[in-house]
């Protein structure tokens, strides 16, 4: 499954709103239980990843509520409400759906202060 | 908490081999899944490979498949990764990381990473 981010890179100002984008070659959504196997990491630089949200729209704990996830099937979209100055990072979108497992990333939103 | 620490990174020839090594703590480690992510200089995440909890199943990325080889040792709270027949486009610093699940999902806990740098 091949992930594809957009836009490669964004400059959003203080307190606007961010918005990613992330697009599967297929359907990530498993029809049985009704959940899309998609997760958002956010990578600081010198930093590991770390996670934001998993099954494309559930927070992590201790992320801050102006980060939300939605989407379905193929098409999903990180937003940050109003974006604080310590948001700027590289943000990843990941789909945990294929069988064998071959855990896809997208290749990486750059998300600057404008 | 949890805490995962690569190491085993360093300067290696093309072709040679590479064992990593990955020490957890702050979890029981024989209920997850364990992952190893690289990431190449300047460049985004690649998902290498995963390991069920008990090591009963594992899977590649086709990038790595037949040259790597991911086993964990319970008893020792540790993950490996053995790389064979190494490439200049391997180099990369590996992440370890943790599944939320003892086969395989999304990874909520990651380590800082070891550089492993292929060059003649």
């Known amino acids: 499954i091949v992930m594809t981010q957009s836009p490669d890179s964004l400059a959003v100002s203080l307190g606007e709103r961010a918005t990613i984008n992330c697009k599967s070659s297929?359907?990530?959504?498993?029809?049985?239980?009704?959940?899309?196997?998609l997760a958002w990491y956010q990578q600081k630089p010198g930093q590991p990843p770390r996670l934001l949200i998993s099954?494309?729209?559930t927070r992590q704990s201790g992320v801050p509520v102006r980060f939300s996830g939605s989407g379905s099937g193929t098409d999903f979209t990180l937003t940050i409400s109003s974006l604080q100055a310590e948001d700027v990072a590289v943000y990843y979108c990941?789909?945990?759906?294929?069988?064998?497992?071959?855990?896809?990333f997208g290749q990486g939103t750059k998300l600057e202060i404008k | 908490q949890v805490q995962l620490v690569e190491s085993g990174g360093g300067m290696v020839q093309p072709g040679r081999s590479l064992r990593l090594s990955c020490a957890a703590s702050?979890?029981?480690?024989?209920?997850?899944?364990m992952h190893w992510v690289r990431q190449a200089p300047g460049k985004g995440l690649e998902w290498v490979a995963v390991?069920?909890?008990?090591?009963?199943?594992?899977y590649y990325a086709d990038s790595v498949k037949g040259r790597f080889t991911i086993f964990r040792e319970n008893s020792k709270n540790t993950m490996y990764l053995q790389m064979n027949s190494l490439r200049a486009e391997d180099t990369a610093v590996y992440f370890c990381a943790r599944d939320v699940w003892r086969s395989s999902s999304y990874c909520d806990s990651w380590g800082q990473g070891t550089l492993v740098n292929v060059s003649s």
């Open positions: 099954w494309a729209s």
């Open positions: 702050g979890f029981n480690f024989s209920n997850y899944g």
């Open positions: 297929q359907s990530v959504l498993y029809s049985s239980n009704n959940k899309n196997y």
């Open positions: 390991i069920w909890h008990d090591g009963s199943n594992e």
């Open positions: 990941q789909q945990y759906y294929s069988t064998p497992p071959m855990y896809t």
